[in-house]
């Protein structure tokens, strides 16, 4: 049995300190049971006991989220969980340069901003390049930052409107048994979608946009045949894009524009004599400068805590169509990337 080690921390503003521990200490307990950490407090003094390596982790935390709160975060329950993930991973993470990235300020005041160093990796990208994609599994963020970003580029005037696009594949359903017609069938499959821009604009305001068609939600097959200029564009759950409808998605970029290509491509549901369009994208792109590809795992789920051990138990039984996929990384490192230990990268939402 490992020996037991203790560390004590002591912070200089009362008031802070309150912030750090939580309501009824209840960040304080989350440190405890991610690392197994006893935790005593006096005040604005910490006792920390338990394995080295583990009191390690839990100082380390407990002191950058300090620094975070200084800087003037608010730091939530959920803020302790993924700063512990970031630093298992990366001991050497700067989390101010990564929860401090203000992507956008929602309609109800909610900071938008990174929770893992892949998520400052795929922010930065999207700065830096014109077309990026985000693989991984759900509940990464992939789609969600991306919404952000477009959002964010259209509030700065950088583009002039939003495009959202989904293929619409049935996952284990026919569309043809669905009530209504065509627009009320596909409906369904752009909620997620409607869904994003409604937390991050308010339902008023997004409905506004979209009536203006400013922000368009479309199906995939929709964008055939156009040029699109002066716009941000997102391709969300890219797996189930076949080959034709990739490289016809990917040529309709007009002059100042963007776009972010997201999905997981562990979860095909197109027929089985099909290819992906997305995992061909990659080993066909992966090469081009311009084009960045941001590679996402269970670290950087920012749901509900079991959805990270569904998507390591199904990825222990070798789950979907590639169960694998490569690990091409961005051409230019953004400065998360450069300034963190990363962790082996392997494929928001």
Do not use: W
């Not at 068609?213 to 716009?231: K, Q, S, Y």
């Amino acid at each position: 049995m490992a020996a037991l080690t203790s560390a004590e921390l002591s912070f200089s503003d009362n008031t802070l300190a309150l912030q750090l521990y939580g309501e009824l200490n209840r960040n304080l307990a989350i440190v405890e049971e991610a690392t197994g950490v006893a935790i005593q407090v006096r005040g604005t003094e910490l006792s920390l006991k338990g394995r080295e390596h583990e009191v390690a982790l839990a100082a380390s935390a407990l002191r950058k989220l300090y620094e975070l709160i200084r800087s003037g975060y608010p730091v939530y329950p959920p803020d302790v969980a993924y700063a512990l993930r970031v630093l298992e991973a990366s001991p050497k993470a700067v989390l101010k340069e990564i929860f401090l990235d203000k992507v956008y300020i929602t309609a109800e005041q909610k900071v938008i901003s990174p929770k893992s160093i892949n998520q400052k990796f795929y922010i930065d990208a999207i700065r830096q390049h014109d077309i990026v994609f985000g693989i991984g599994p759900a509940g990464t963020g992939k789609t969600y930052l991306a919404v952000a970003m477009a959002v964010a580029a259209y509030a700065s005037r950088q583009v002039k409107t939003i495009i959202l696009a989904r293929p619409a594949v049935e996952a284990g359903e026919r569309l043809g048994f669905l009530p209504g017609d065509l627009a009320q069938k596909v409906n369904p499959y752009l909620r997620p979608l409607h869904d994003a821009l409604n937390d991050m604009l308010g339902p008023g305001k997004a409905a506004e946009l979209l009536e203006e068609g400013i922000i368009e939600i479309a199906p995939l097959a929709f964008m055939r045949g156009r040029t699109l200029n002066n716009a941000f564009v997102i391709l969300d759950e890219a797996q189930n894009s076949t080959s034709e409808q990739m490289k016809m998605f990917l040529t309709r970029l007009g002059f100042s524009s963007k776009a972010v290509i997201t999905g997981d491509v562990t979860q095909v549901d197109l027929p089985l004599e099909k290819k992906s369009g997305l995992i061909e994208a990659r080993r066909i792109l992966n090469r081009v400068d311009g084009i960045a590809f941001c590679d996402f795992t269970d670290i950087d789920v920012v749901r509900h805590p079991l959805v990270q051990k569904i998507i390591r138990a199904y990825a222990r039984q070798g789950g979907g169509r590639e169960a694998k996929p490569g690990r091409e990384k961005a051409k230019k490192p953004s400065p998360a990337r450069a300034s963190a230990e990363r962790s082996p990268l392997k494929p928001g939402a």
